[in-house]
């Protein structure tokens, strides 16, 4: 259910500027002009939190505040004043009939955000509802960390993405960085001095444009306890050095919901490609066996009947590996698939120990494999992989 | 009750000049500079300096002080600044209308008047705002009454002039 927020302002204006701080929110924006079509667009609509200026003609905003607090049925509403009228006196008067907030105009739109989040849980929405971000896209990074070795580490290891990795030294850098540019994730060094990682956390999570920003903690993998008490506030995730990147990267992926299936999984020229990285960890073999099936089906929808499965990076085969390929391989013959294996020597060679696996044969390139399952008819002589969907 | 004659010319631009910069840089990013003032004892006559077409938003406040704002903005500049204001186009707003610009300036002096006025009620002139009214036009002049005194307070925005005149009754 979308909150509701209703600003009542006899300036047109007012209503607009408050319309434009909110379009980013998962909320509706309702008006009315004075004191009179406020309780009655109130009583109508029962909005989660009233904005609401002062001089109006018609009725004001004392008297509408005055009987909106004497209606049992509107007086939970929480109000924000919305106001030129800020004089010491006239606030505290004001106060006492009952406001949950009060901001005196000019004011900052960020700031009537910031009050309006305080009251109701104001989610940001999402550019396209519909469009699940994907690792190919662009993303930001803050990175929180005074050991500039350690950014330089991230940032290295991480080129490979589209993201960008920002680094800063402090939380009072970090903080001007989030009111500027809204990250994607963040990642904080928990040694960082004065416990300064924590009140970063605690800043972010109030802060209505980043409070679902994942915020993962980094520290030295033997400090047991700086890791629990990240873990009790709510850090999203710890990552300890010695840094592993691969898992960095995958628990980036994951805490940022990205759909990373391009990474495993392509269509070139009617042919369905599935390929695993050089270092495929059970992470990777995870990722890979959740989108299988759906891809794949996806792929056979689409009317494609050859997959090729490419394992030419990696560098050794492991039992993970095995029960992946077993699993792609039965999947492709439910699913009446021709595929073919594209495969490196060493690989071959480890293949041959496994009684499971010697009969496997490799093609040297996707383009060999690809020839091969274009042929028009495929002999059984063939490797058995190829043959097993015919 | 204080008396206003306790307030100074400078406290008067001080205050104004306050008043002024808040709503420009709030809500226009933008920072307007004093430029001079024409204090309440000396001549008004041309005191604006705003020619052409022009848009004037005027709020006033009564209570223990008693007065109004009148702020004058060239029109090309309050379509500018409405524009800015509302995050709209040139385009988008030449669609919308004069009444659009009109209630931009007008919320605008009532933010000003407001901030201005609030320093006053700090300083214990208790008094509430009147709801704003525009005026659109040229060659015309705006006269205070004889028992109200009137001092012009002149700011620049880049290029452009704001022009706050301030006329506030006389106490008996």
Known sequence: MRYKILTVDDSKTVRIIVKKAFKTYDCDIIEASNGVEGLATAAKETPDVILLDVTMPVMDGVEMLTKLKSDPALKGIPVIMLTAEGGRDNVIKIAKIGVRDYVVKPFREEVLVEKVGRIIDLKPLSESPTKVKSILDNATILVVEDKPAIVLQIQEGLKRTPWTIQGVNTTGEAIDFCNRTQPDLVIISLTLPDEAAFTLFRFIRTNVKTKYTPIFGLVVKTELQAQQQAQQVGFTSIVTKPMDIPELEAKISKAMNLDTSQRYFSIEKEIFLVRLPEVTTQMVVNEVSTYLKPKMSEAVDGGLSKVVIDLHELKRLDMIVIKLMFQTMQLCRELALQFALVGNAQLASECKAFEDTKAWQFFDSIDEAKHSLAKPSVSSSLSQPVAAGV | ?172
């Open chain 2, 1 to 172: 009750m204080p008396t206003t004659e306790k307030i100074s010319d400078l406290v008067f631009r001080e205050t104004m000049t306050r008043a002024v910069q808040d709503v420009v840089k709030t809500m226009l990013n933008q920072n307007a500079a004093f430029h001079s003032e024409i204090g309440a004892t000396e001549n008004s006559d041309k005191a604006i300096e705003i020619s052409g077409q022009h848009v004037v938003g005027t709020v006033g406040f009564i209570g223990d002080i008693n007065g109004l704002i009148y702020l004058y903005l060239a029109s090309e500049f309050a379509s500018l600044t409405a524009a800015q204001l509302l995050g709209m186009t040139k385009r988008e707003l030449e669609e919308a209308g004069d009444e659009v610009v009109n209630d931009a300036i007008g919320e605008l002096t009532n933010m000003t008047v407001g901030a201005f006025k609030n320093q006053l009620c700090d300083r214990g002139f208790a008094c509430k705002l009147t709801i704003p009214s525009i005026l659109r036009g040229s060659n015309f002049s705006i006269q205070p009454i004889s028992s109200a005194t009137r001092r012009v307070y002149r700011f620049d925005i880049g290029q452009h002039r704001i022009v706050a005149d301030l006329l506030m009754k006389i106490e008996e």
